[in-house]
């Protein structure tokens, strides 16, 4: 990936960082690359996350799911990282694999994909780092009853990417299912270029090898110097105007196809860096479509953000009919992509006229090569803008007091965080 961080300086915008500070902040760039070196030198907890792309075997993924290569359609049983990297990589690229994400417990919702998929073709691709995911592990449940129901052998049918004890291991085993290992010491939200991701990626038909050179290429961008590296440039300019008040991020891909990107971002961005009463807030947007709906607060709202444009330089096109109609008779000589590409520099230019800064991510095209950079590149960034911030980018402690209620709240155990829901502050305004 490139970036352009030019509309991010204080010459454009408010907040912004001028270049002296940038080349300030250059040296805390190089202390911190040099503590990241060093933890993917020693396979640190954490680091390990940037050495993924060297220790991913795309032999092992495809063998895993050959017995399922052929499947028409793909169940991904997942939460969080162990889900959004999936559905970041299956989402932006053509297949003839239907694809589902069950990364929810809304019943109606995985009731109506059960009813609808062909399940004898299913391929059910079940993922969880810990093995214990209260909803990876219901929906599991779920899927497996409704497959049985179907008529159809679900161990013939399953895959287990998961680690090397607990529940979703022990299953494996009993049932002699294929499974894949999670990579040691790499959180969930940082193990896209893994098993955790390609597996579907794999029965999607992706190239493997594609998503691990690009990942790997941009691991080779990865320097002492913000200005030397897209991927800490990105994540300094980002940490910098957070600290000038740009506390919100709103990721706005300028391409469907990587709409669920910004999702996979979100999470990465916030259980990384939101500790401490530190991080910068992740919004997910879309363009051109967020052009009308958000748009107007990211130009005229409180001077608390920052917009990511990524875009794609190439891709398909498809031209735009003449019309009669006089006024949009300058749209008859245009194509879709001309349309994308005018609205998305029209709203790059809109936001940096009212002195609002954004920051521009730029691929050749969306295609595995690209994608394998992207996740790679933003990875990067959020460990080093972890290292900016001086918070441990590895751990999320914050999501535990939730779970540990609704185990308290369905009976299994004793927590005082159930008891807490009961005393919830009430005044009800009812119709
Ligand atoms: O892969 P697992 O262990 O099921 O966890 C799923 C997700 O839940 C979290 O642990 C947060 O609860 C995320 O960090 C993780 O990606």
């Given at each position: 990936?490139?970036?352009?961080i030019?509309?991010a300086l204080a010459?454009?915008?408010?907040p912004g960082v001028s270049?002296?500070s940038l080349?300030r902040l250059d040296?805390q760039v190089?202390?911190?690359?040099?503590?990241?070196?060093?933890?993917?030198?020693?396979?640190?907890?954490?680091?390990?996350?940037?050495?993924?792309?060297?220790?991913?075997?795309?032999?092992?993924?495809?063998?895993?799911?050959?017995?399922?290569?052929?499947?028409?359609?793909?169940?991904?049983?997942?939460?969080?990282?162990?889900?959004?990297?999936?559905?970041?990589?299956?989402?932006?690229?053509?297949?003839?694999?239907?694809?589902?994400?069950?990364?929810?417990?809304?019943?109606?919702?995985?009731?109506?994909?059960?009813?609808?998929?062909?399940?004898?073709?299913?391929?059910?691709?079940?993922?969880?780092?810990?093995?214990?995911?209260?909803?990876?592990?219901?929906?599991?449940?779920?899927?497996?009853?409704?497959?049985?129901?179907?008529?159809?052998?679900?161990?013939?049918?399953?895959?287990?990417?998961?680690?090397?004890?607990?529940?979703?291991?022990?299953?494996?085993?009993?049932?002699?299912?294929?499974?894949?290992?999670?990579?040691?010491?790499?959180?969930?939200?940082?193990?896209?270029?893994?098993?955790?991701?390609?597996?579907?990626?794999?029965?999607?038909?992706?190239?493997?090898?594609?998503?691990?050179?690009?990942?790997?290429?941009?691991?080779?961008?990865?320097?002492?110097?913000l200005?030397?590296?897209?991927?800490?440039a990105?994540g300094a300019t980002s940490y910098a105007l957070d600290q000038r008040?740009a506390?919100?991020?709103?990721?706005?891909?300028?391409?469907?196809?990587?709409?669920?990107?910004?999702?996979?971002?979100?999470?990465?961005?916030?259980?990384?860096?939101?500790?401490?009463?530190?991080?910068?807030?992740?919004?997910?947007?879309?363009?051109?479509?967020?052009?009308?709906?958000?748009?107007?607060?990211?130009?005229?709202?409180?001077?608390?953000?920052l917009?990511?444009?990524?875009?794609?330089?190439?891709?398909?096109?498809?031209?735009?009919?003449?019309?009669?109609?006089?006024?949009?008779?300058?749209?008859?000589?245009?194509?879709?992509?001309?349309?994308?590409?005018?609205?998305?520099?029209?709203?790059?230019?809109?936001?940096?006229?009212?002195?609002?800064p954004?920051?521009?991510?730029?691929?050749?095209?969306?295609?595995?090569?690209?994608?394998?950079?992207?996740?790679?590149?933003?990875?990067?960034?959020?460990?080093?803008a972890?290292?900016l911030?001086?918070?441990?980018?590895?751990?999320?402690?914050?999501?535990?007091?939730?779970?540990?209620?609704?185990?308290?709240?369905?009976?299994?155990?004793?927590?005082?965080?159930?008891?807490?829901?009961?005393?919830?502050?009430?005044?009800?305004?009812?119709?």
């Open positions: 990936m490139n970036v352009d030019g509309n010459s454009v915008a408010s270049r002296a080349e040296e190089a202390d911190a690359h040099e503590r990241i070196e060093a933890g993917m030198a020693n396979a640190e907890h954490g680091y390990e996350a940037l050495n993924v792309p060297d220790r991913t075997d795309p032999d092992e993924i495809r063998a895993a799911v050959e017995p399922v290569a052929d499947a028409d359609a793909l169940i991904t049983v997942g939460i969080g990282g162990s889900s959004l990297g999936a559905a970041t990589i299956t989402n932006a690229l053509d297949s003839d694999t239907e694809t589902v994400f069950l990364d929810n417990v809304d019943p109606e919702w995985v009731s109506r994909h059960l009813e609808r998929l062909p399940l004898a073709d299913t391929a059910i691709n079940v993922v969880s780092r810990s093995g214990t995911t209260a909803e990876t592990l219901a929906n599991f449940l779920v899927v497996r009853e409704a497959v049985e129901s179907a008529g159809v052998d679900w161990t013939e049918r399953t895959i287990v990417t998961t680690g090397e004890a607990g529940p979703l291991r022990d299953l494996a085993n009993r049932h002699d299912l294929p499974s894949l290992p999670v990579p040691d010491g790499v959180p969930g939200r940082f193990s896209a270029l893994s098993a955790v991701g390609l597996v579907a990626a794999a029965v999607c038909g992706h190239d493997l090898e594609a998503l691990l050179e690009g990942a790997a290429a941009e691991a080779e961008t990865l320097s002492g110097s200005f030397d590296c897209p991927a800490y990105y008040g506390g919100v991020n709103a990721m706005m891909p300028y391409a469907e196809s990587l709409e669920t990107a910004a999702e996979w971002f979100a999470q990465l961005w916030a259980e990384s860096l939101g500790k401490d009463d530190l991080g910068q807030t992740p919004v997910r947007a879309l363009g051109v479509t967020d052009q009308h709906s958000q748009l107007q607060l990211y130009r005229a709202g409180p001077r608390d953000k917009v990511t444009f990524v875009t794609a330089r190439e891709g398909e096109d498809r031209p735009i009919p003449g019309t009669d109609v006089d006024d949009l008779a300058y749209l008859g000589d245009a194509t879709l992509g001309d349309l994308l590409e005018a609205e998305f520099e029209a709203t790059e230019a809109s936001l940096a006229a009212a002195g609002r954004n920051v521009r991510v730029e691929l050749e095209r969306v295609d595995e090569y690209e994608l394998g950079g992207l996740l790679y590149g933003m990875e990067a960034a959020c460990v080093l972890g290292e911030y001086g918070v441990n980018t590895f751990e999320q402690p914050a999501v535990e007091w939730a779970k540990k209620a609704t185990r308290g709240l369905l009976g299994g155990g004793e927590f005082e965080e159930a008891a807490a829901v009961a005393e919830k502050t009430e005044l009800r305004i009812e119709r």
